[in-house]
């Protein structure tokens, strides 16, 4: 039961010029069902590349990407911008919240935008929160949340449409050492209670150490780490 796979993934920038870059040279990756795998890469290696290849914001030079066991990766603009909002989860470094909307508003708006009953809506958000340990803050604008509580409302907006991936550039990227540890855990708490599978870049050795699996990506090719 494969979540994401990807096959021979290529991707080359300014081919052809002085300035070409082989980035990705052959990627291969299976995210089994509930499976959340750390990818580790320094600065350049192409790790926001992969990512957004895997997540159907780009697309690759070669090779395949299965999303649910579907192969996406030649479908129309269309299904693969259906296939982005229903089974991918995005989150970043940054939250990139809604500021004029509260944290509870924030959560229940792309599940109305994917048609949820508004009612539905804020039942799963309340859930969500209540996960990561902050029901007391939903109805505050992000402005009013500190930075950890700010990545855990961005944590649950990527999870309010059941995706069956999450794909995570840097989550606590953002945040001090100590913080970073304690929103890392909801994260981790948030996918293990949704059976999500996910693939999670970071730098930090520690958390990436209490993942299933650590894959290093290092001139254009994915190793065990
Ligand atoms: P990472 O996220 O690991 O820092 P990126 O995927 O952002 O790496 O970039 C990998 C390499 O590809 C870098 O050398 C970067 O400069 C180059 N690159 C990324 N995007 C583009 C682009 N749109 N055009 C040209 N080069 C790019
Ligand atoms: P952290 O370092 O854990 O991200 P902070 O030290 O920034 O948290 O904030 C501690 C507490 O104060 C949190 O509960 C946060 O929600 C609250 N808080 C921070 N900034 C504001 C604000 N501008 N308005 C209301 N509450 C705030």
Avoid: W
């Avoid at 479908?75 to 982005?84: G, S, Y």
């Avoid at 470094?93 to 508004?118: C, D, K, M």
Wanted: with cysteine; charged share 20%; glycine share 8%.
């Amino acid at each position: 039961d494969v979540s994401l796979r990807l096959t021979g993934i290529t991707k080359s920038y300014n081919a052809g010029t002085a300035a070409a870059v082989d980035v990705l040279r052959g990627v291969d990756v299976s995210l089994t069902k509930g499976e959340v795998v750390a990818l580790v890469a320094p600065s350049g290696a192409g790790k926001s590349t992969l990512l957004h290849i895997a997540g159907l914001l780009d697309t690759p030079d070669a090779g395949t990407v299965e999303i649910g066991g579907t192969d996406v990766t030649g479908a129309p603009d269309r299904r693969r911008t259906l296939v982005r909002r229903d089974e991918v989860g995005f989150v970043y470094q940054f939250h990139h919240l809604l500021p004029e909307f509260s944290a509870q508003e924030n959560i229940v708006l792309p599940q109305l935008a994917a048609g949820v009953a508004r009612r539905d809506a804020d039942a799963r958000a309340k859930e969500l929160l209540g996960i990561v340990g902050i029901a007391a803050r939903a109805d505050h604008r992000p402005a009013a949340l500190s930075g950890g509580e700010q990545q855990r409302v961005a944590f649950c907006r990527a999870l309010a449409n059941r995706p069956s991936v999450l794909l995570a550039d840097e989550p606590t990227g953002n945040l001090d050492p100590a913080t970073s540890d304690t929103v890392f855990d909801a994260l981790m708490t948030l996918v293990r209670e949704t059976g999500l599978s996910a693939l999670i870049a970071t730098h930090n050795m520690e958390l990436a150490a209490k993942m299933d699996r650590q894959l290093r990506l290092d001139q254009g090719v994915l190793s065990p780490a």
